[in-house]
C-alpha cells in the first residue's frame, strides 16, 4: 500500500507540473500545446492509477483468503 500511496502522489505532483504551463496560456488563439494530446495525457494517467488500483485490491483479496 505505501509504494502505491508513493505512486499516486508522485503521478499527481507530475500532473501538476505539467499541468501549471498551460494555465499561464492566453487562451486557445495562442495556445502552443495540443488540446487532444493533453486530453490523451489525463486520459492515460486515470487508466493507469485505475489499473494500479485494480491491481492492489486484486493482490489484498489473494492475500486475505
Known amino acids: 500500500m505505501k509504494k ?5 502522489s508522485l503521478a499527481l505532483l507530475l500532473s501538476v507540473v505539467v499541468a501549471r504551463p498551460a494555465l499561464a496560456q492566453g487562451g486557445c488563439d495562442d495556445s502552443p500545446e ?4 493533453i486530453l490523451a495525457g489525463l486520459a492515460g494517467g ?3 492509477l485505475n489499473t494500479l488500483r485494480m491491481r492492489v485490491r486484486a493482490r ?3 492475500k486475505n483468503r
Open 46 to 48: 486515470v487508466y493507469g
Open 60 to 62: 489484498r483479496a489473494s
Open 4 to 8: 502505491a500511496l508513493q505512486f499516486a
Open 34 to 37: 495540443n488540446p487532444t494530446l
